[in-house]
């Protein structure tokens, strides 16, 4: 008769393979996120976890490294803007369980620069409906879905100009 292995909770530092990435491990169940974290550990990544999303995103801080050049530690927070252009989008037709479809999903281009990508919303999913370059605005809505602790989730979503809060 062979006994269950042991996997370790944590690896110590000091006996973890080179580094190859950073891992942010986020579950509300703590022997898959162990068990996660570990399996990670074991492959090479340096791995940081969270029970909420919240916890993680408090782990996640702000950004030093820029993703497009890599300086570092010269990054300045940025106010983005909060209204822009439709660049591109996709009618998504199929997705997860719950999830209502059909359902646009966009990137839109902020005005001062970047682009920022999320779902459109108050639209007709109907490309007749989507021109390429219209007015959106940025705006922040429920989810509909909450916390374990009863916390209401909160996300960006773009509606065309004029219409946000319809």
Not at 1 to 17: D, G, H, Q, W
Not at 146 to 165: C, D, L, Q
Request: aromatic share 6%; net charge negative.
């Amino acid at each position: 008769m062979s006994e269950a292995a042991v996997i370790p909770r944590r690896i110590p530092p000091e006996n973890l393979p080179e580094s190859i990435g950073r891992v942010l491990v986020i579950d509300d169940e703590a022997e898959i996120r162990e068990s996660l974290e570990t399996l990670l550990q074991l492959e090479g990544y340096v791995v940081s976890s969270a029970a909420t999303a919240r916890e993680g995103m408090t782990l996640l801080g702000e950004r030093t490294v820029c993703n497009a050049c890599a300086a570092r530690d010269r990054m300045t927070p940025l106010r983005l803007g909060a209204r822009g252009t439709l660049y591109n989008y996709t009618i998504v037709y199929r997705s997860f369980p719950g999830v209502k479809t059909p359902f646009v999903a966009a990137i839109v281009e902020l005005e001062g620069g970047g682009a920022i990508k999320g779902t459109l919303i108050d639209v007709d999913p109907d490309p007749a409906a989507l021109p390429f370059d219209m007015p959106v605005e940025v705006i922040f809505r429920g989810t509909g879905q909450t916390s374990k602790e009863g916390e209401p989730f909160i996300s960006h979503y773009f509606a065309p100009a004029g219409k946000a809060g319809s």
